[in-house]
């Protein structure tokens, strides 16, 4: 759980929570690019640390860290992965080389780099801002409502599904026994009334929607209006030249490998 | 059924404290005797609920501690306490899952290992008990919320535990449905199951004469029989819950000279009958 801890909104004020939300988005969407353009270990070093003083001003250091650590393990799992199969499809008969333990490395510090950058998005962006800013980036109302209804009522179904878990519990359920498919099946009695209820709930809230007019008016107004201050401008100008700067270094400069760099 | 003065749950100076920080029972001591039928009320938020869901292991103690049938619930899983103490939660559809209403009386009996004739045996039986024999084959989903609450109680009643827990049986159901409902639960103790229930409501208790456990803010405030307790205006306003309706009528008639601790309709007739009597 302590990944899902990593991404949850506290309200608390700074720079960077006052920022507009679609600036940030745009923010991340620069880092998932680039992020994705090399496999080299060196820019994706940089960028990794690139992103550090976001954290320090949000003052989240602590929930960021519990994210990271929460990626740990797919990290390890990832580098795994990268290590093992690439090794058996190209090096095999012969001792791994450096090479491919740096490519492995990048492709995890990949990962960690894209779950650092939607770690700080998510813990400095409310939910309600979240919504505000898809509302004011045009998409359709109903899709941005949808959105901020289903992030709204996740902790009220894991309320439910913990009731739901206790009623079964009290007719002698034992989820922890068994073999590995009578585990999973432990879960039916969980699933359905879970899924039920979520159903039945989503009516009733569509009714109670209707009766209180929702959609009447094909215009919406916001009580709170988003609005691109100089600090916005001045993260979207720096996300844009990173982006360039990037793409330049792609084409354009030679990137070392760290093999090369270090003396081994 | 064991000696009737025997203590089927203690509690001893019971605290809990939920994950999140609230404290929602602090020095709880409590005896419930086999046999026993006993009504926990309260305001909401006054830890009713947390309490009971001690009685079948679903919360473990912050400190102190529960006994159930003599033996500690750190101790011992769910699963085996609910075969001694049966839980009937306050929503059936948190529950009810199965394709028949036939199989959701089943499932207790299943994880409980029952051999399959004593499992058709006792569905038979529980059915029967609750008038639900003509919907063995429906789903439970398309039974009316009294029906879906019978099938609920009927999977627990279905394995006989000694003890039947109720949360708020009361709740979502017409009056009549309620009626019957309060009647079967009389029965039930009256055939010697222990029977604890869970409410706020004050007429469905009245009705019953229970002994009542008062709870506020975590804490007992009192504990006694229901005619007593809940004739008591500054004790229910305490647990903020009003008196019974016969016994604001015989609060406002106290200077007629009419007695005040009444809770039960067809006393209240009787009293209130011989005083016109008199005075004729």
């Known amino acids: 759980m302590s990944v899902f801890e990593g991404f949850r909104f506290r309200r608390v004020s700074s720079p960077i929570h006052r920022l507009d939300p679609r600036v940030k988005f745009l923010y991340v969407c620069v880092m998932f690019v680039i992020a994705v ?104 109302y109903e899709f941005c409502f949808a959105f901020t209804t289903a992030v709204r009522f996740v902790p009220v179904l894991a309320e439910e599904a913990q009731t739901i878990m206790d009623a079964q519990k009290a007719r002698g359920l034992e989820l922890e026994r068994g ?86 | 059924m064991g000696s009737p003065h025997k203590e089927i749950i203690k509690v001893r100076n019971l605290w809990f404290t939920y994950p999140n920080g609230v404290q929602a029972l602090r020095g709880i001591n409590l005896d419930i005797k086999e046999g026993e039928f006993l009504a926990i009320m309260g305001q909401n938020g006054a830890g009713k609920t947390t309490l009971v869901k001690h009685f079948n292991g679903l919360l473990k103690p912050t400190r102190g501690e529960v006994l159930v049938d003599g033996v500690s619930i750190r101790e011992v899983s769910v699963a085996s306490l609910a075969r001694k103490v049966g839980f009937v939660f306050q929503n059936p559809d948190h529950q009810l899952f199965c394709e028949t209403v036939e199989e959701e009386v089943a499932f207790a009996l299943r994880n409980f290992g029952f051999k399959e004739d004593a499992i058709k045996r006792r569905v038979t039986w529980a059915l029967n008990l609750l008038g639900l024999t003509q919907y063995r084959q429906t789903s439970p989903f398309m039974l009316s919320g009294g029906e879906r609450k019978r099938v609920a109680l009927a999977s627990v009643l279905a394995w006989n535990p000694k003890v039947v827990i109720l949360d708020e049986p009361a709740i979502g159901q017409d009056y009549q449905q309620k009626e019957k409902l309060r009647q079967f639960i009389v029965q039930l103790n009256a055939q010697g199951k222990t029977v604890i229930i869970v409410t706020h409501d004050v007429e469905f208790v009245a009705e019953c004469n229970p002994r ?62 011989n005083s016109l009597e008199a005075s004729s």
């Open chain 2, 212 to 273: 009542v456990v008062l709870m506020t803010q975590g804490k007992m405030v009192a504990d006694g029989e229901a005619k007593k307790l809940l004739t008591n205006y500054d004790l229910v306003a305490e647990a903020s819950i009003v008196p019974p309706q016969i016994t604001q009528i015989f609060l406002g008639l106290k200077d007629l000279g009419l007695p005040t601790d009444l809770i039960d309709v067809y006393e209240a007739r009787r009293v209130l009958l």
């Open chain 1, 179 to 264: 073999s590995f498919m009578k585990r999973v099946r432990n879960y039916i009695p969980i699933l359905i009334p879970l899924i039920v209820s979520a159903i039945r709930r989503s009516l009733e809230l569509a009714e109670a929607m209707e009766s209180r007019a929702w959609g009447a008016s094909e215009k919406r107004t916001n009580l709170y209006v988003l609005k691109t201050k100089r600090p916005d401008y001045a993260l979207a100008f720096v996300s844009v030249l990173m982006l360039i700067l990037a793409v330049y270094a792609l084409y354009f400069l030679p990137i070392p490998s760290l093999t090369t760099l270090l003396p081994f």
């Open chain 1, 37 to 140: 353009m090399f496999n080299k270990l060196l820019p994706l070093i940089l960028l990794f640390f690139v992103q550090m003083p976001f954290v320090w001003m949000a003052g989240v250091q602590r929930e960021w860290i519990r994210s990271m650590r929460g990626a740990l393990m797919f990290a390890l799992i990832i580098f795994l992965f990268n290590f093992v199969f690439t090794y058996f499809y190209t090096e095999y008969p012969q001792l791994p080389s450096m090479t491919l333990i740096e490519y492995s490395l990048s492709m995890t510090l990949r990962f960690i780099v894209l779950v650092e950058s939607f770690s700080v998005f998510f813990l400095t962006t409310s939910p309600d801002h979240l919504g505000l800013a898809l509302e004011q980036s045009r998409v359709p």
